[in-house]
């Protein structure tokens, strides 16, 4: 997170988005399917490499009290982590079976961060005594997650329960 905005955000969870190197996309292209989901997220400390593929891009979404820290990482240990995440995910129905697939050929992925904003100290979810309380939406980490699988032809996974998405 921006070092301005990180005493706002408390990290909630981790996903990824697992893809084939050759499919990383640009940091522009990213940056355009993102403004194209909604027209109220911020897009801040934007990183490319030389040729100017994605290295990270922050996304926040003050009209959801959340944020994402996208970053990308390549080479043997997400080799070896894509392994270790086919064995261990549970395998589901013809869905899953072609996502394991795809996932095997991998060795690319953005992790993808989940902030949520403190509000007065308190989580945005608020205690749920008020109605008034401001509501932390995790929308903004789902349609980030899908625009993301779309850009690279990638697997979402969510590492926690072992899930793919």
Known sequence: MPEVESDRFEW???YFVVFQADK???????EAAVK???GH??????MADE?????SL???SPEDH???EIDYLSGE????????????????????REKLKKLRGCDARFEVMHFEEMVDGEMAGGSGDDEDDEAFDPSTLLVVLDALIELTDGVGVDPQSGSLL
Request: charged share 35%.
């Open 58 to 60: 922050n996304v926040v």
């Open 77 to 96: 240990e997400v080799v070896e982590q894509v392994a270790q995440l086919t064995g261990e995910i549970k395998k589901g129905g013809d869905a899953d």
């Open 66 to 68: 959340s944020a994402l």
């Open 36 to 38: 194209r989901l909604r």
């Open 41 to 46: 997220f911020r897009l801040t400390e934007p």
């Open 12 to 14: 909630r969870e981790t």
């Open 24 to 30: 990383r996309p640009l940091l522009s292209e990213v």
């Open 51 to 55: 040729e100017g593929r994605i290295e």
